[in-house]
Nanobody
Framework: QVQLVESGGGLVQPGGSLRLSCATS????????IGWFRQAPGKEREGVSC????????YFDDSVKGRFTTSRDLAKSTVYLQMNSLTPEDTAVYYC??????????????WGQGTQVTVSS
């Protein structure tokens, strides 16, 4: 069965960094994109970034461009989100999801359970 498991969240101070992991199984990772999404309390879930099936990266949210980097390790079936220069506005539950091969979000039918990121002094 398809599984996506996020990890790496936690409490960090403003300006700090975290590296989130999305461990995948039950499908061929190189055939799909993997997107990162986040949801803050009282807000709708929004797209953050994505790595495509051909290992290209895109940003769904311009506010993270230059601070966040999405990457993929096929040998480990894992996708990462490196988050730098974190601000309190980045506080949210972060999810990974399967997308279309070129990060088409209408294919985001499989989601992980989420990992909490809290940025606070």
């Amino acid at each position: 069965q398809v599984q996506l498991v996020e990890s790496g969240g936690g409490l960090v101070q403003p300006g700090g960094s975290l590296r989130l992991s999305c461990a995948t199984s039950g499908f061929t990772l190189e055939d799909y994109g993997i997107g990162w999404f986040r949801q803050a309390p009282g807000k709708e879930r929004e797209g953050v970034s994505c790595v495509s099936s051909h290992d290209g990266s895109i940003y769904f949210d311009d506010s993270v461009k230059g601070r966040f980097t999405t990457s993929r390790d096929l040998a480990k079936s894992t996708v990462y989100l490196q988050m730098n220069s974190l601000t309190p506005e980045d506080t949210a539950v972060y999810y990974c999801a399967i997308t279309g091969s070129s990060c088409e979000t209408n294919f985001a039918d499989y989601w992980g359970q989420g990992t909490q990121v809290t940025v606070s002094s």
